[in-house]
């Protein structure tokens, strides 16, 4: 079953906010067993509203339009409807009381401008809305259910869930769609891909995304199933050939991140932790405690940016950075085990590089960074060559750094991935 | 001259992620003057890509698509636009070339998928891409501008500023529209919104948007006029308005943020700042390190999570923390003090408080924070209460923190704002 979410309002083509309605449509359509294949944003022109009505009814099944039903001049949605639906606007007296109860709740008088509220397309379902003054529409012809919801997105929330879901139902005939997320680290996609170029013949019913991300490449596993139970199997088969292929990159599964992964793995091996940013500038330290609970394994981050604050709080050797550098594994190592000391933690972890955009040498680039981890036992340095970009190089760097973290955490040997 | 922006990817459709490339270009076009009527989403289906190019060049003269020229089997977006245009793809050499640099740069040959990279329609313009692998295109064919871009986010940003904007210049006879963004912190939505009641009736020409974002309110100025001098005026004229009624919580206007603005005023007034934080974890260093050039300014700074490392890195009197608490105005005025002292930097700044979602109590609750300012001559402190989540929590509490230094840096008496 086809399907199309249309977002009315400038402001979306502006650029002024993101479209969050439209990700939360297609996140509960999609999850209905909906197959979600265009989301198209209009203004507030009603013949460009009326444009995407017909556009929309001659391709999807199931069409949900979000904004545009407010009192004020600019929200032309029902107007559009009444024309491409030909159904003029009649008075709903059931509604009018609505808006009217819902202003004297709140003790106010109704504004007269809440009135055109009420006045609505005479072939729709009206579809209440308990939370604000704007009700949702409903037009059945010819097999489309076509929606009209408000654009304030807790009003849409709440009528996705009262009314357009269980309108749903069954229509999809039991279909369901359910997906998993595996997200790597360290590794290109196209080498992600060539590695996994088996997938499709093995399952050619699970549709495999790779969305690239801050940290590194997700890879999204969907499909359409009879149920939920039958589509759980399918994908943990499906999860099962990825890490057998390409599991030494994966970190996290679904809504875990890298730092709660390693929030997981400290907690459950008693572990404390510090840091020594260079390059990083505080943001593992940051990432760590973004964590709630994290005072449990957090003790201290030092942020040295200087070489005389690396020396002061690291006790990182003068002969080091003269010898080595301050990007260096040399230095990287020393930093690492100066937190541990410091901090009086089991575990150091250290950055130290170059995020740019200027800093960079022929030897020694931009993007360029070493990390170090540090224990009782060992102290394991690993290098890595990012891009260009300031702010990326720094969420990279960080995301190489906790992964370090991680692998350390799990193996006697964190090498050996 | 209308424009449609057209994003690929079925990330955006399963609302797996917001659309915050159709937002950048929204804005980008709008301020060259272009009247962005559609923004579609589409997926990885060939067929529906092809559709949707073609509606899009039956209405709107300048395209812009975003998404689907990775190195994987779902990147069909070339194949799609191959179609259209009746364009082949051809092996480019020279961006070939680029790839295999662009490995060799990072010290890893070059994955063989990455070759599809080259493969490109022979009728489309390269834009070289200097963030990545995939090359931007453009199709300019009876009067349209047909733009092709990565879908990563900081590739396609990239490319607009330095492929699209500049192809777009003269295209639009002159009409224009300019916007301003003016910057708020520290003050509600609502009496923002009181402040500035009389600013419709004024600048009736003139939108004025409230948008919030994590730091406060972002106020958005914007008129289309006839030459970037008329709207240029108007503006000014608008925001001198809106300072005199709410100047006093504005930190910065534009692109600026609260970072850059403090580092220009560190580095005109020749200041250093070192950073002690708490609950936020490092994410003060962190955004005063996003700043290039940042080592000018930053020399050092102390994440100190347990009240022993507060002890003993910042030298908090233990007396203090037993007195007053490790939350409090007394302990966040010594770290300031101590981590100017540890770092010998000419001002110290400080952040201690509860970010959540535990650890509150009805005197001290969740979102209750203290942040310091201390320099040679004085030692300021100032106290805010925000709301219940962890992550909105630290970037406010950041926000509030540079805020202080901001205004300290500007005035001899920081709480006389």
Same mark, same amino acid.
């Given at each position: ?9 400038? $402001?979306? &083509? ?13 996140? !509960?359509?999609?999850?209905?067993? &909906?197959?979600?294949? =265009? ?41 559009? *409807? ?36 009420? =006045? &609505? ?16 529409? &409903?037009?059945?012809? $010819? ?19 009262? *009314? ?12 369901? %769609? ?52 039958? %589509? ?13 292929? *390409?599991?030494? =990159? ?17 907690? !459950? ?9 260079? %390059? ?38 003068? $002969? ?71 702010? =990326? ?25």
């Amino acid at each position: 079953v086809n399907a199309e979410i249309i977002t009315v309002g400038e $402001e979306i &083509l502006t650029g002024l906010v993101v479209n969050t309605n439209a990700a939360f449509l297609g996140e !509960s359509l999609v999850h209905a067993g &909906l197959d979600v294949r =265009w989301v198209t944003s209009v203004g507030d022109r009603e013949e460009d509203i009326e444009g995407a009505f017909r556009t929309a009814l001659g391709r999807a099944r199931v069409v949900v339009v979000t904004g545009g039903l407010g009192p004020t001049h600019d929200d032309v949605t029902k107007k559009a *409807a009444s024309a491409v639906f030909h159904s003029p606007a009649v008075l709903r007296k059931e509604v009018l009381d609505r808006i009217e109860a819902f202003f004297k709740r709140r003790g106010k008088p109704m504004p007269p401008s809440n009135e055109s509220q009420a =006045w &609505l397309p005479d072939k729709a379902e009206v579809l209440e809305n308990p939370v604000g003054t704007a009700p949702g529409l &409903l037009f059945s012809e $010819e097999g489309h259910l076509f929606f009209l919801l408000p654009g304030v997105p807790a009003e849409a929330e709440r009528l996705v869930r009262d *009314a357009v879901l269980p309108r749903l139902a069954g229509l999809t005939g039991g279909l369901t %769609c359910r997906s998993k997320r595996l997200k790597t680290i360290r590794i290109a996609e196209s080498e992600l891909s060539d590695r996994l170029q088996g997938f499709h013949t093995r399952f050619p019913d699970v549709r495999l995304a790779f969305l690239p991300q801050r940290e590194g490449v997700v890879l999204r596993l969907s499909l359409y199933g009879p149920d939920a139970a039958f %589509c759980g199997a399918r994908l943990a088969d499906g999860a099962a050939f990825i890490y057998k292929h *390409a599991g030494a =990159w994966i970190y996290a599964e679904d809504d875990d991140t890298i730092e709660s992964v390693v929030a997981k793995l400290l907690i !459950s091996r008693q572990r404390t932790v510090s840091t020594a940013e260079s %390059c990083t500038g505080g943001l593992v330290a940051h990432k760590l405690t973004n964590v709630p609970g994290s005072s449990d394994y957090f003790r201290m981050g030092i942020v040295a940016y200087s070489n005389a604050s690396k020396v002061r709080l690291l006790g990182v050797p003068e $002969e080091i950075l003269q010898r080595a550098g301050a990007v260096s594994p040399e230095t990287a190592a020393a930093m690492a085990e100066g937190a541990r000391r410091a901090a009086g933690t089991d575990i150091g972890i250290s950055t130290t590089g170059i995020a740019g955009p200027s800093g960079g040498t022929p030897e020694k680039p931009v993007g360029l960074v070493h990390v170090a981890f540090a224990d009782r036992d060992r102290t394991v340095t690993e290098k890595h060559i990012f891009f260009q970009d300031r702010l =990326w190089n720094k969420e990279r760097f960080a995301g190489v750094a906790l992964d370090l973290l991680r692998r350390s955490l799990l193996s006697k040997n964190p090498n050996s991935s």
